[in-house]
């Protein structure tokens, strides 16, 4: 068994009185507690869905995030800063789950990878999603994700979401090539944690790779010729996937779901709707849909789920969704 970090003893006592009691949203993929497993905790879905492809069978994995749960909005129990602490690896987004960030910062100090640390990243509403940068020269295409400089790179100063990507859009898992950047990431900290599984880790890795590979050549061509290219949304969720394949996001709201759009604001975005012909007003399901539907009212077009897979999806996995997305859009954008 890899060798674990003391944790405070205060985050042992804590979770030690509560770990019978009820109320905890943690959920699990993995092992479980049987021996030898490496222990990791993640703070909502799509790094869930990332640490368990590569940690496979040797690592347990839990979600701090229940399902249906908003991540944004999470707010930790003892038992769940007590498993913060205990974690072998933390996988988090600095600023994204202000909880997470505090516990991290008290608990797992050290012990913890912020995804923002690893990938390049856009700013926030304003700062354009336009998407004439694409993946063909990011250092994506023919390099690979595996040996892209996160080895050793910096990781005890990865732990702590201290304000360091404020101005950043946190959203990066929705580019399935940044995606697989984390998880070359996550199998170089497994790594470190448990040499044994080295191996085995990266080659996980890799093999997530090719399938966030396949399905980013899937985007790229079903969204290569289309009618219209603005894509309307509740909030400024879909930046990174819209940079990626060329398309222009019109954000009603700002990076937080809890972000409320000015009046000025829905006039804008509804006179760049009807300019554009646009069809389809998107909307996320773990939000009200009721803004959304105004405006799609307003602008004769329809509602529909485009979802930022914050949270599990009701099918399938990340892979899953993502196609899903991919047919909504491409209905909406009026592709062949």
């Not at 769940?80 to 991290?104: K, M, N, R, T």
């Not at 640390?117 to 023919?142: F, K, N, W």
């Not at 897979?309 to 592709?335: H, K, Q």
Request: proline share 5%; hydrophobic share 40%; aromatic share 4%.
């Amino acid at each position: 068994m890899p060798a674990r970090l003391p944790s405070l003893v205060l985050a042992t006592a804590v979770a030690v009185a509560v770990s019978g009691c009820g109320g905890s949203a943690m959920t699990s993929t993995g092992p479980g507690t049987q021996d030898g497993a490496v222990s990791a905790v993640v703070g909502f879905y799509p790094y869930e869905f990332v640490t368990a492809r590569v940690g496979g069978d040797a690592v347990d994995v839990t979600n701090l995030t229940e399902p249906g749960g908003e991540p944004h909005d999470l707010e930790l129990t003892p038992r769940q800063v007590g498993a913060v602490g205990e974690a072998d690896l933390v996988v988090f987004s600095g600023g994204f789950q202000p909880a997470v960030d505090e516990a991290v910062e008290q608990q797992a100090d050290g012990r913890a990878l912020d995804v923002l640390s690893v990938v390049e990243l856009r700013g926030g509403a304003g700062h354009g999603s336009h998407g004439d940068e694409g993946h063909g020269d990011e250092g994506h295409g023919d390099e690979g994700h595996g040996d892209e400089g996160h080895g050793d790179e910096g990781h005890g100063d990865e732990g702590h979401g201290d304000g360091h990507h404020a101005d950043a859009d946190p959203h990066v898992w929705l580019d399935p090539l940044r995606l697989s950047t984390v998880a070359a990431a996550v199998a170089d900290r497994l790594a470190a944690v448990d040499p044994d599984g080295a191996q085995g880790y990266r080659s996980r890795a890799q093999a997530l790779d090719a399938e966030l590979t396949a399905l980013d050549e899937e985007l790229r061509a079903g969204l290569a010729t289309c009618e219209r290219r603005q894509v309307v949304t509740s909030h400024d969720a879909f930046g990174y996937l819209a940079d990626a394949y060329g398309l222009e996001q019109v954000a009603i709201a700002g990076l937080s779901p809890d972000d409320e759009a000015s009046p000025q604001r829905l006039r804008q975005v509804a006179e760049q709707a009807q300019a554009a012909g646009v069809t389809t007003v998107f909307f996320e399901e773990l939000v009200s849909p009721k803004v959304a539907e105004a405006l799609a009212r307003e602008v004769g077009a329809s509602a529909e789920v485009l979802t930022p897979l914050e949270g599990p999806p009701a099918r399938g996995d990340y892979l899953t969704a993502m196609r899903d997305n991919l047919e909504r859009l491409r209905t909406a954008l009026g592709c062949t």
